[in-house]
């Protein structure tokens, strides 16, 4: 895949424009797709059903509406933990930290060490925990879908099983020091423990099987299993029996607890090892790697219910009728149609006209306002005009260097092709945080860099589609881009005719008929205009179509019915308007104009 070199110009808030040059790679494909892609295409509607319902714990129906729930670390969600857990079967360990902040997690037993320390290589098994999972009183889940996806696996396939752990344990935040390579904190799980000291597995690596025996880790019957095929990307654990459990645990208040494995026979085989990506992969918004949980209920509860159909072009943003709040909880889940997207959903509250802040909501919610509204917006990861793109991410596996010293470059392209590198702050805690505020609408895509290890590390592209929010950020960007192409040579502003565009199709839909007639109309108008005049170098004519052009109002004496420009192909007959050179036409052509001009003088016709 070839590179395309971009150059960047920035404009400060002293007007100073400032160059640097950074490459982004031409191809791109969704976010949740890896580096290597086809050219960058529009991100699909969003078509398919929202469902609106309200629960009571004394509320009945006979016919619920089915509600389909996600859950995935990131912006609505951090309720999940993962460890990898590793050791000997006979309690053994060459390793024995605790895994919390690692970008991936391992299953099998490697087959990398040709001589076993101490005769033995290690086993590796991964834990989970899904908490803060709530449904309304009364839901019956109808499935469980449990997503992982696979980072590197081995070139034949594996059968992974998934257990219920029958007690809960600790994550930990990386051992002692916090690093994932110390000796576990008191309370913290590793291969020995589900709590450091305090609390052993009933066997090592969470291993004794029984559904009788009061310190048992997990059930003697596998709730799921998936098959590995080489070269899959992801694998999907769902069954009626881990329905069941996950039904249970989240009617108790209690964590989804989960251990994943290879069969006992494959795991005694060296090589039978494989990489998922963990719950913390990459940074905290560009999630689609991490496992993901999903659970489709419906409710006896129930007691109001409203569906919506929708079909919003990329970029929309609508507004549900407001909705009285009631007693009770509400949830919303949106169904999309095969091939299409799935939009972002907003809520505010408010009582009589006064209004809430858009927020993203935690479903199931209880509004505490006299109503509510949704808002979906047909685009990933909104982000209004004007406000900064903030993200962290967290990492401990570090050999190049302490982790104060280390250097995270953020790579951003604009729609308009532009890149920006940003370099992100160490805050503590093995933690990176960056801030960076996009200046145009439209879809921007990132990566970042690290050198943690000897090997130089590329996240996943991720995406962000900043709208306009509200009219008077639009038209403080147009004043802002007025002065970039001031300062912008001619042949270098192509880029900036789609950042005008863009913003002038952002404000337009942020205006009403009246708005656009009104004051905000005219300042918008005003703002747009000026940009277009420095864009062409000269004043843009008022109205347009421009009257100052001359109209060439007949052609060989014959009036036109719509008059053309003076300058155009189309001009008088027997001149060229490109060069100016007469053109020779045929006797014969000449003659059958004569004969057709006198025939309609005859007739009193016209053309």
Not at 219 to 225: K, P, V
């Amino acid at each position: 895949m070839c590179g395309v070199r971009y150059q960047l110009r920035t404009v400060g808030d002293d007007g100073q424009v400032s160059e640097s040059r950074s490459e982004f790679q031409s191809g791109f494909t969704r976010a949740d797709a890896g580096d290597e892609g086809s050219a960058r295409m529009p991100w699909p509607p969003c078509r398919g059903v929202l469902r609106l319902s309200r629960f009571e714990s004394a509320g009945s129906t006979s016919s619920p509406a089915g509600h389909r729930s996600t859950y995935v670390n990131g912006p609505d969600y951090c309720g999940m933990k993962d460890n990898d857990i590793r050791g000997f079967l006979d309690g053994g360990f060459i390793w024995g930290w605790n895994q919390a902040t690692q970008i991936h997690v391992r299953l099998g037993r490697t087959g990398e060490f040709p001589n076993p320390k101490y005769g033995e290589v290690e086993l590796f098994r991964v834990l989970h925990r899904w908490d803060d999972i709530r449904l309304p009183p009364g839901f019956v889940l109808n499935a469980c879908r449990l997503t992982l996806h696979v980072e590197e696996g081995p070139p034949h396939p594996l059968r992974l099983l998934v257990y219920a752990v029958a007690r809960d344990w600790n994550p930990g935040s990386g051992g002692v020091d916090g690093n994932n390579v110390s000796a576990p904190k008191p309370g913290e799980v590793w291969w020995g423990d589900a709590e450091y000291g305090q609390v052993a597995w009933g066997l090592p690596g969470a291993g004794f099987a029984s559904d009788t025996h009061p310190e048992a880790d997990t059930g003697s019957h596998a709730l799921a299993e998936a098959m590995w095929i080489p070269g899959q990307e992801s694998l999907v654990f769902q069954s009626t029996a881990l329905a069941d459990y996950a039904a249970d645990q989240v009617r108790q208040g209690e964590p989804i607890l989960l251990l994943l494995k290879l069969t006992d026979a494959q795991e005694d085989l060296p090589g039978h090892f494989f990489n998922l990506y963990s719950g913390e992969h990459g940074d905290s918004r560009n999630t689609p790697r991490r496992p993901r949980l999903e659970l489709e209920w419906s409710s006896v509860t129930e007691v109001e219910s409203v569906a919506h159909d929708v079909f919003l072009e990329y970029g929309r943003v609508y507004e549900f009728p407001r909705q009285r709040s009631g007693s009770g909880t509400w949830t919303a889940s949106f169904e999309a149609d095969p091939e299409y997207a799935r939009p972002v959903l907003q809520v505010r509250e408010g009582t009589g006209d006064t209004a809430g802040p858009w927020r993203r909501p935690s479903l199931p919610f209880k509004p505490e306002g006299e109503w509510f509204q949704l808002r979906a917006l047909a685009m990933p990861d909104p982000l209004e005009l004007g406000a900064p793109f903030e993200a962290e991410l967290a990492d401990t596996w570090i050999l190049t260097g302490p982790p104060e010293g280390q250097s995270v470059l953020w790579h951003f392209e604009s729609p308009s092709g532009i890149a920006h590198r940003v370099e992100a702050e160490y805050s503590g805690q093995y933690r990176w945080r960056v801030s960076f505020t996009p200046d145009e609408p439209g879809s921007w895509r990132y990566y970042w860099t690290q050198e943690f290890l000897p090997e130089p590390y590329r996240s996943a592209t991720g995406e962000f589609r900043v709208w306009g929010g509200c009219l008077g950020e639009v038209v403080r960007h147009l004043n802002l881009l007025e002065e970039v192409v001031a300062g912008t040579a001619r042949q270098d502003r192509h880029g900036l005719y789609l950042r005008c565009y863009a913003l002038e199709r952002e404000g337009m839909r942020l205006m009403t008929p009246d708005d656009f007639r009104g004051q905000a109309g005219n300042e918008f108008e005003v703002a747009i205009r000026r940009v277009r005049s420095r864009l062409w170098g000269k004043p843009v004519p008022d109205p347009i179509p421009m009257q100052s052009h001359s109209l060439v109002r007949e052609v060989d004496g014959v009036p036109l019915r719509d008059p053309i420009p003076e300058g155009s192909s189309y001009g008088p007959a027997g001149r060229d308007s490109r060069n100016g050179k007469k053109r020779n036409r045929s006797p014969l052509r000449r003659l059958r104009r004569l004969a057709s001009r006198l025939m309609r003088r005859r007739h009193g016709g016209s053309p």
